[in-house]
């Protein structure tokens, strides 16, 4: 004969007139559900919903949520092996814009709407490259806290919250490229040459060691790149990733200049730096730009970054017909892990890259001045 007793959980109604209930949970508790209800039949359907999530496995224990939002990013950051730039970023955003407004927060109550009016409200006050760092990163640990079973879904769900729309940079033509590197100081006209048409970043450029030019095959190979954290420390690291470790074949037409510097400028032996300073240290970015600047006024030449460069180097080298997988072995691209094991590009292609873009270089020489009527230079001189 039937009893009427639940088989699961029990509810009973307060003096109040509301319901509460409660439920043996896996971990051997007896729990009340989070907040009383109006009626018997809402009592009783929350403690059928919460059967099914404790017979399916998906019970999660409401505890575990309770950690504040700050300590359990800092411990996400700290548990990672990070690239010390990376730290640094992930460090400073959380600071000045996650930890102010979720840092005392229980990541269980981080929800959808309050995440939506965070990313609000920062849009007023920083950049968007900022906001979608800072909101990638969130997104980043509210991922690991789904999967330690601290909350049962993820609050970041901005469609595109991560991704900015960036205006495209300008290009510099093949006079203005070399009436740059006649302006800069001698030491670092290579430098603009190297950026320009092999597409090297700056920190990858600073890496250069002696070991890494190969004068007679005519190519540069990138192993390291120097980066500056913002306590002025400079750190020496591999590339981002396996795409960023490569061969680079060199155009003909620059091979003077390369030459010429080498003798005069880099430092002796294998390990020596191709590109210091009048005082031997390694160039330093803000110096740099303080020169970068001065040359282009001095060629009229407004809003080109010196990172514009490489810009000028995808276009020039995707204008030789090369195909998406040899531009992405060039300038060391890379999109997804697939791409990194597939995407090769031979010896021979890369110099009759190398050629093509030669071609066009001298071409360009030819074709006359840049935006200011300055005669283009000759390399090597």
């Known amino acids: 004969m039937a009893t009427g007793k639940r088989?699961?959980?029990?509810?009973?109604?307060?003096?109040?007139?509301?319901?509460?209930a409660r439920y043996p949970a896996p971990d051997g508790l007896d729990r009340p559900a989070p907040s009383t209800f109006r009626t018997k039949k809402e009592a009783t359907d929350w403690l059928a919903d919460k059967q099914t999530e404790v017979r399916s496995g998906a019970w999660i224990d409401p505890d575990a949520g309770?950690?504040?939002?700050?300590?359990?990013?800092?411990?996400?950051?700290?548990?990672?092996?990070?690239?010390?730039?990376?730290?640094?970023?992930?460090?400073?955003?959380?600071?000045?814009?996650?930890?102010?407004?979720?840092?005392?927060?229980?990541?269980?109550?981080?929800?959808?709407?309050?995440?939506?009016?965070?990313?609000?409200?920062?849009?007023?006050?920083?950049?968007?490259?900022?906001?979608?760092?800072?909101?990638?990163?969130?997104?980043?640990?509210?991922?690991?806290?789904?999967?330690?079973?601290?909350?049962?879904?993820?609050?970041?769900?901005?469609?595109?919250?991560?991704?900015?729309?960036?205006?495209?940079?300008?290009?510099a033509t093949v006079p203005e490229v070399f009436q740059l590197a006649e302006a800069i100081q001698p030491r670092f006209r290579l430098l603009v040459l190297l950026a320009s048409f092999l597409g090297l970043r700056w920190g990858e450029l600073i890496a250069l060691r002696g070991q890494d030019i190969d004068l007679d095959a005519g190519t540069v190979r990138v192993r390291a790149a120097v980066a500056e954290l913002r306590s002025g420390k400079r750190v020496t690291k591999p590339p981002k990733s396996r795409a960023g470790v490569r061969t680079v074949a060199i155009p003909e037409v620059i091979l003077p200049a390369l030459r010429l510097h080498m003798g005069?400028?880099?430092?002796?032996?294998?390990?020596?730096?191709?590109?210091?300073?009048?005082?031997?240290?390694?160039?330093?970015?803000?110096?740099?730009?303080?020169?970068?600047?001065?040359?282009?006024?001095?060629?009229?030449?407004?809003?080109?970054?010196?990172?514009?460069?490489?810009?000028?180097?995808?276009?020039?080298?995707?204008?030789?017909?090369?195909?998406?997988?040899?531009?992405?072995?060039?300038?060391?691209?890379?999109?997804?892990?697939?791409?990194?094991?597939?995407?090769?590009?031979?010896?021979?292609?890369?110099?009759?890259?190398?050629d093509a873009l030669n071609a066009q270089i001298i071409e360009g020489m030819k074709r006359g001045s840049g935006r200011n009527g300055h005669a283009a230079g000759t390399p090597g001189e």
Request: hydrophobic share 40%; with cysteine.
């Open 7 to 20: 088989a699961f959980g029990r509810v009973r109604k307060l003096p109040s007139g509301r319901w509460q």
């Open 66 to 171: 309770k950690i504040p939002f700050g300590a359990y990013a800092a411990a996400w950051v700290k548990q990672r092996r990070l690239q010390e730039t990376t730290r640094e970023l992930y460090e400073t955003l959380l600071r000045l814009h996650l930890v102010p407004t979720f840092g005392l927060v229980p990541i269980a109550d981080v929800t959808p709407a309050g995440v939506r009016m965070w990313r609000a409200d920062r849009l007023e006050t920083a950049g968007a490259p900022t906001v979608a760092k800072a909101y990638a990163l969130m997104r980043a640990v509210m991922n690991t806290a789904l999967e330690d079973q601290l909350i049962t879904r993820n609050p970041c769900r901005i469609k595109g919250g991560s991704v900015v729309d960036t205006p495209e940079r300008p290009t």
């Open 264 to 354: 005069i400028f880099a430092e002796s032996g294998r390990d020596g730096r191709v590109f210091i300073g009048a005082k031997g240290a390694t160039p330093r970015r803000n110096h740099f730009n303080r020169l970068w600047h001065k040359a282009c006024g001095e060629v009229g030449i407004k809003d080109l970054h010196f990172h514009d460069l490489r810009h000028t180097g995808n276009t020039l080298t995707a204008s030789t017909g090369a195909s998406t997988k040899e531009l992405m072995a060039r300038f060391g691209h890379s999109t997804t892990r697939a791409a990194l094991i597939y995407q090769h590009a031979t010896e021979e292609r890369q110099r009759t890259i190398a």
